[in-house]
DNA sequence: TTAGGCCTGCAC
DNA sequence: GTGCAGGCCTAA
């Protein structure tokens, strides 16, 4: 579900339901959901969350003092927003009630995602963002100007999170699409002006994702249960066999690195 | 590099 | 019932 427009819009909607409002309990209703399980959350209570921050697919609440909350959707996870006294849905599992009489509630069904508790802002991104690469918002070609000296194809090295941080399967087709390269077309062959097209071919394809709330497929919303409107703007995903909206020709699916695949064979040629 | 596992829900 | 799903980690 939530890639880097989705995480964003989560972000972006969370913040004025949360920014400066007290906590006045949390409460961990399944224990796994959260690392280290005995983390002292209940530390939270009396402090408010004053930043947040998103790099790629995650993202970290910040609290006054400088305790760390760092939370990760996976693939059916979302927040939720709701007045207090409402009832609980399933697979909610931590619950943030706030001076305003409403929750932000962390819910997720496959448990694919979780959340991450830190002392300090600063613990948290030496230990989350260490190995991922830098934002695919702000990614450049010099970010990946060291493709020339490695190996590997190229969908699956999008798909990394080392390499640009954020892209998920659905976003990685778009993206290629629009920069015309083939899924498989090998990292280190790339001509520098075709990486010029794939950054740029990146961020507009997130940048027009998040003006549309992100991507719904059938789980997502933010965090006001809204879902995202991009799906209708997808030009890859999800429509193998489809006309390519740019040449006509039928649209291929296949799978690499396991996973769904979508592309074009005729503008985007593997060299 | 690929396959499998983690989970649940949904379409078929 | 089977197969599949937007993520990501581990092992072979």
Same mark, same amino acid.
């Given at each position: 579900?939530?890639?880097?427009?989705?995480?964003? %819009?989560?972000? #972006?909607?969370? @913040?004025?339901?949360? /920014? &400066?409002?007290?906590? !006045?309990? $949390?409460?961990?209703?399944?224990?796994?959901?959260?690392?280290?399980?005995?983390?002292?959350?209940?530390?939270?209570?009396?402090?408010?969350?004053?930043?947040?921050?998103?790099?790629?697919?995650?993202?970290?609440?910040?609290?006054?003092?400088?305790?760390?909350?760092?939370?990760?959707?996976?693939?059916?996870?979302?927040?939720?927003?709701?007045?207090?006294?409402?009832?609980?849905?399933?697979?909610?599992?931590?619950?943030?009630?706030?001076?305003?009489?409403?929750?932000?509630?962390?819910?997720?069904?496959?448990?694919?995602?979780?959340?991450?508790?830190?002392?300090?802002? %600063?613990?948290? #991104?030496?230990? @989350?963002?260490?190995? /991922? &690469?830098?934002?695919? !918002?702000? $990614?450049?070609?010099?970010?990946?100007?060291?493709?020339?000296?490695?190996?590997?194809?190229?969908?699956?090295?999008?798909?990394?999170?080392?390499?640009?941080?954020?892209?998920?399967?659905?976003?990685?087709?778009?993206?290629?699409?629009?920069?015309?390269?083939?899924?498989?077309?090998?990292?280190?062959?790339?001509?520098?002006?075709?990486?010029?097209?794939?950054?740029?071919?990146?961020?507009?394809?997130?940048?027009?994702?998040?003006?549309?709330?992100?991507?719904?497929?059938?789980?997502?919303?933010?965090?006001?249960?809204?879902?995202?409107?991009?799906?209708?703007?997808?030009?890859?995903?999800?429509?193998?066999?489809?006309?390519? /909206?740019?040449?006509?020709?039928?649209?291929?699916?296949?799978?690499?690195?396991?996973?769904?695949?979508?592309?074009?064979?005729?503008?985007?040629?593997?060299?």
């Amino acid at each position: 579900m939530p890639e880097l427009p989705e995480v964003e %819009e989560v972000r #972006r909607s969370l @913040e004025p339901e949360l /920014l &400066g409002v007290p906590i !006045l309990s $949390v409460e961990l209703l399944r224990g796994d959901f959260l690392t280290p399980p005995t983390a002292p959350l209940k530390k939270l209570v009396g402090h408010a969350f004053v930043r947040t921050v998103r790099h790629g697919k995650k993202l970290f609440l910040i609290a006054d003092d400088g305790q760390t909350l760092l939370i990760h959707l996976g693939m059916s996870g979302r927040v939720d927003c709701v007045a207090s006294d409402s009832s609980l849905a399933k697979h909610t599992h931590v619950r943030f009630a706030l001076a305003s009489k409403r929750d932000m509630r962390l819910r997720d069904p496959r448990r694919f995602g979780g959340a991450w508790y830190y002392q300090t802002f %600063e613990a948290a #991104r030496v230990r @989350e963002l260490g190995a /991922l &690469g830098p934002d695919a !918002l702000v $990614v450049t070609v010099q970010h990946l100007a060291h493709w020339k000296q490695t190996r590997g194809r190229l969908k699956p090295r999008l798909l990394g999170q080392k390499d640009v941080a954020g892209l998920g399967n659905i976003y990685v087709d778009e993206a290629l699409w629009l920069a015309r390269l083939h899924p498989l077309q090998r990292v280190d062959r790339i001509a520098p002006e075709r990486l010029g097209a794939l950054v740029a071919a990146i961020r507009t394809v997130l940048e027009q994702s998040i003006r549309s709330g992100g991507t719904t497929l059938r789980d997502y919303r933010n965090v006001a249960d809204q879902p995202g409107e991009f799906a209708r703007q997808l030009q890859a995903y999800g429509r193998a066999g489809l006309p390519c /909206l740019r040449c006509g020709g039928a649209l291929r699916g296949v799978q690499v690195a396991g996973r769904t695949t979508v592309f074009c064979p005729v503008c985007q040629r593997r060299r």
